[in-house]
């Protein structure tokens, strides 16, 4: 390409996002402007509170009475749980015995919990009373941790070191130790020196925790996959009792701030297409020198611009690094992708409004569930929400971890635009056709000979894989005597959809003749072209998850070292696609029914193929 050729596409492309800026700006009216400013002004404030206070859910939920020169007042005014009172307030029952089961209420004032001055604790005789007495207690042990914390000697605050050793868990049945043996037995004290506080609470020495490696090339940290090099552990003394499976909160509500703005975003981006084509005002780009693409990009541009100044602000408002940026980067990207399709395919507004809805659903679903176990399992890792997580909790992120997270967002995004620059045409743009027939359009405008029949299915590997990276992270959690039958028919189904639905757009669109022998060679491009993408999927091998029951029924299981065992992993599938999409193929050539009745037989041969390879590992 000439520098000057290059010039001109540059010339023209920031010309339309200019024009799309003053066009787009002059839409907005004063109350569109303030109703989105209030609504941001909300979503960011909600968001911040609860990341930096908590949901407050539990805030002086109980009352306890106790004397301010108690050593237990500083446990009442510590806790969030519980509203302090002062003893006076209050009388227990039974000449006082603090472990009496009922006390009595002086002026009306309401307690459940009660301290006396001998530092004996009793709680009313009811169930929140058993309840606050069990929250008390823990305030206690919490109070006292925080105070071991600020302890200046750390070796006398923790005399014990524990070890934490996180096992592999055996999908079998059972499962290995999760806690090392100690060096030693863990002392609590209960005298009330050093500022701790005594009772029946009493207190647990902390622990030197040092997070364990994990096994089977582990990474050393529990909450990322294998991919890459280096290790982390956790030196943060820390008290057995306290020990739990994590949950980053407070870093997942601030991540998922990037995701609020978009939804808005999308909105105002599929707004100004639908405009243009019901409106017919796109027939003025489409008569000009701008290509389709160049047209496209203009007026894409100022919304990726926009959503990148956006994610920028957040990120330095919440403390998050260039990683955070790169990750939410793709998931803006994939968002207008989707609603730029939506909204060459959609008829009207209200159908634009269901589209977009829907778009947003499935995409927030797919950026936010994954990442609620960042800390937990290997399958968050398909969000490029979780990267934010992580970055927000200050861990390093590889670049095996960054291009497994948003490579299908960045290829997804590319396909969407490719399909919707297709039917950037007029016949296409101002025809009041169902969204069906369109997407058959979008399709076929792509075809280019048998060529493209066998590099189709190798751009559609993008949406396979997120849609059964989805399906793994759904039904994970999902008995397997149940999600493995429905990830096999989910896996099969996806598959046999992209190695044939572009084969039938050919034959729909005239673009091929329908006799069986050219049904047969598409069918064999199609599956081999979508074999070859298939490969590229292996990446999941070197993030465990074939690890998992759910995923080894999506993706096949670990591959063996062994040659014969690798020629036969490496024919089968290859035999497999080309028989199932010659199939379908058949089917299509013969017309719509024919290609819904090919398309079932593929998926039931599939979804058996599936099912066998996975009785004969298993």
């Known amino acids: 390409m000439s520098d000057g050729r290059l010039r001109g596409i540059v010339s023209r492309t920031v010309r339309i996002a200019r024009w799309e800026v003053s066009r787009s700006a002059g839409t907005v009216d004063r109350k569109t402007a303030l109703v989105l400013v209030v609504m941001l002004l909300a979503v960011g404030t909600a968001g911040f509170t609860v990341a930096d206070e908590g949901l407050g859910l539990e805030r002086e939920i109980y009352t306890v009475g106790v004397a301010e020169d108690?050593?237990?007042?500083?446990?009442a005014v510590d806790s969030e749980q519980f509203r302090p009172v002062p003893l006076e307030d209050v009388t227990p029952d039974g000449d006082g015995d603090g472990n009496a089961d009922t006390i009595a209420v002086r002026d009306e004032a309401t307690v459940d919990v009660v301290v006396t001055r001998d530092g004996r604790i009793g709680h009313v005789d009811s169930d929140n009373g058993a309840a606050a007495y069990d929250a008390f207690r823990e305030s206690v042990e919490t109070y006292n941790g925080k105070l071991m914390d600020e302890e200046a000697d750390e070796a006398a605050a923790y005399p014990v070191l524990v070890s934490i050793e996180y096992q592999q868990r055996d999908l079998g049945g059972s499962t290995g130790s999760e806690a090392g043996d100690g060096d030693g037995t863990s002392g609590g004290s209960g005298d009330g020196t050093g500022g701790n506080t005594d009772g029946s609470?009493?207190?647990?020495?902390?622990?030197?925790g040092t997070g364990g490696s994990g096994t089977d090339g582990g990474d050393g940290r529990?909450?990322?996959?294998?991919?890459?090099?280096?290790?982390?552990?956790?030196?943060?003394?820390?008290r057995p009792g306290s020990i739990s499976p994590p949950f980053p909160f407070q870093s997942l509500v601030l991540a998922f701030l990037f995701v609020v703005p978009m939804n808005f975003v999308i909105q105002a981006y599929g707004s100004t297409i639908m405009d243009?084509?019901?409106?017919?005002?796109?027939?003025?780009?489409?008569?000009?020198?701008?290509?389709?693409?160049?047209?496209?990009?203009?007026k894409t541009l100022p919304y990726v611009l926009g959503l990148v100044g956006v994610v920028v602000a957040i990120a330095w408002v919440i403390e998050g690094g260039p990683v955070a940026v790169a990750a939410a980067l793709p998931i803006a990207l994939l968002f207008l992708a989707a609603t730029f399709v939506g909204a060459m395919l959609a008829r009207s507004f209200k159908e634009l409004t269901f589209v977009t809805v829907t778009i947003s659903v499935f995409l927030t679903t797919y950026t936010f569930i994954p990442a609620v176990f960042a800390d937990v399992n290997a399958i968050a890792l398909i969000s490029p929400l979780t990267l934010v997580v992580m970055d927000l909790q200050g861990e390093s992120v590889r670049l095996g971890e960054y291009l497994f997270s948003t490579g299908p967002f960045y290829l997804g995004a590319a396909v969407c635009f490719l399909l919707g620059i297709g039917v950037y045409r007029e016949e296409d743009m101002f025809a009041q056709k169902p969204i069906p027939s369109k997407v058959i359009d979008a399709i076929a405008n792509r075809i280019r000979g048998r060529r493209s029949v066998f590099l189709l299915p190798i751009l559609f590997i993008p949406f396979v894989f997120a849609s059964q990276l989805l399906a793994v992270a759904l039904l994970f959690v999902v008995p397997q005597t149940v999600a493995v039958p429905l990830i096999i028919v989910v896996a099969a189904t996806v598959e046999e959809v992209a190695k044939s639905v572009h084969v039938y757009a050919g034959f729909a669109r005239s673009r091929f003749e329908p006799t069986l022998g050219t049904a047969a060679v598409l069918g064999a491009l199609s599956g081999a072209g979508f074999f070859v993408g298939e490969k590229l999927t292996h990446v999941v091998q070197f993030v465990g998850l074939p690890e998992l029951p759910v995923g080894t029924a999506?993706?096949?299981?670990?591959?063996?070292?062994?040659?014969?065992?690798?020629?036969?992993?490496?024919?089968a599938p290859l035999a497999l696609?080309?028989?199932?999409?010659?199939?379908?193929?058949?089917g299509a050539s013969?017309?719509?029914?024919?290609?819904?009745?090919?398309l079932l037989t593929a998926i039931l041969v599939h979804a058996a193929y599936n099912a066998g390879v996975i009785a004969l590992v298993a």
Do not use: C, M, W
């Open 70 to 75: 108690s050593r237990y007042h500083d446990v």
């Open 201 to 208: 609470a009493g207190d647990d020495a902390g622990t030197d």
């Open 222 to 238: 529990t909450q990322v996959p294998n991919v890459g090099d280096g290790s982390t552990s956790s030196t943060a003394p820390d």
């Open 276 to 298: 243009e084509r019901v409106k017919r005002r796109g027939e003025l780009l489409l008569v000009s020198p701008a290509s389709s693409r160049e047209i496209v990009a203009g």
């Open 554 to 571: 999506a993706f096949g299981p670990t591959v063996s070292d062994e040659p014969l065992v690798l020629v036969v992993v490496f024919l």
């Open 577 to 586: 696609h080309v028989a199932t999409a010659a199939v379908s193929a058949l």
């Open 590 to 598: 013969r017309g719509r029914l024919g290609y819904v009745g090919g």
